[in-house]
């Protein structure tokens, strides 16, 4: 794209459908959130508003849309609940509460918008939030500590839940553990605003896995697990009566030939047609694979994209299906790709922003 059209793409109106809320860990007074404009057409983001926040990690945005919780790595870890201005996507700090653990990485909310989920990568603790009808953060009414380890030292010598990720139907909670090669399966007892064990309590990946990022289909009956220190996708089969999951086929994130020693994959998306698409840090691309196909029995990889920028940390597709927004944090900027009718990505634009960790959209009033 020439100079001259990148700067006609850059000055279009701006969709007013949604915003894109983009966390910065930049430190030297730019951390924070950062709210844009989104494009639909153009894929671009135009700035707005930026809020203040001392070390935000990841963002998840409540199905009002009207509340957004922010997992702060900062006085030991907390969970950060705001308000979020719909027009212009300023923050108004709502409530501050301890993560029970260290190092928060990973923030979620049930479907139905009852509880907030956080990780904590530190501390081997996953914890569990009430909201009330506005969708305001109350404190902790759960939390559940794992135990173990794995084969990989200097990664494994404990604990590290990566995420917390809530069954399509609410009904479960799904907690991958990088140090213990396991994914906690925890029941959600809406009556007792608790935790408990499901049936089958966990699922168990092969030694050196390294859990990460779990994602479903939009039916649910599959989950994406990205396994961080292996290079892995592992399809899991979910059984939706008992939450239990049982790994049906897996695929390294890398091409062909590419060795995995250098690479950590991050993030897991499924697009609403089928495809799958893993960020891969080390290798700089996103990989993108079919979705999987009980009739096939594998993934079926369709390429890798250069994300053109290091550290490609987080991404999230857009609400329409029609881009892809990658996170480049070391490499300053959020990278927009066209989604193909094939599921393979096409650069479109790129945009400057102080170290991203995570971005979420909003559906603006």
Known sequence: MTDAEDAAEAARPTDASHLALVCSTAGDGESGVYAYGYDADAGTLSDLTTTAVEHPMFLAVHPNADRVYVANRTDGGTVTAFAVDRTDGSLTRRADRSSEGV???????????RYAFAANYGGGTATMYPLDEAGDLGPACDVVRHEGSGPVDDRQAEPHPH???????????????LGTDEVGIYRIDAGADRLRPAETAS???????????????????????????????????????????????????LPE???????????????????????????????????????????RPLGHTPTGGANPRDFAVAPDGRHLLVENRDGYEVA??????????AERTRREVPKPTCLAFVPRD
């Open 163 to 177: 995420s917390a990720v809530p069954s399509p139907d609410g009904q479960y909670l799904y907690v991958p553990d």
């Open 257 to 299: 030939g590419v060795g995995e020693s250098d690479n950590a994959p991050a993030d897991v998306h499924v697009h609403l047609s089928g495809p799958v698409y893993v960020s891969n840090r080390g290798h700089q691309s996103v990989a993108a694979f079919d979705a999987f196909d009980d009739t096939r029995g594998e993934l």
């Open 103 to 113: 190092g928060p990485c990973y923030v979620s909310v049930d479907p139905a918008g």
């Open 203 to 253: 699922v168990t990946l092969p030694p050196g896995t390294g859990p990460r990022h779990l994602a479903f289909g939009p039916d649910g009956e599959y989950g994406y697990l990205v396994g961080e220190l292996d290079s892995t996708l592992t399809v899991l089969a979910r059984d939706p009566s008992t939450g239990a999951l049982a790994p049906v086929a897996s695929a390294s994130a």
């Open 336 to 345: 927009t790709f066209a989604v193909g009718f094939d599921g393979r990505l």
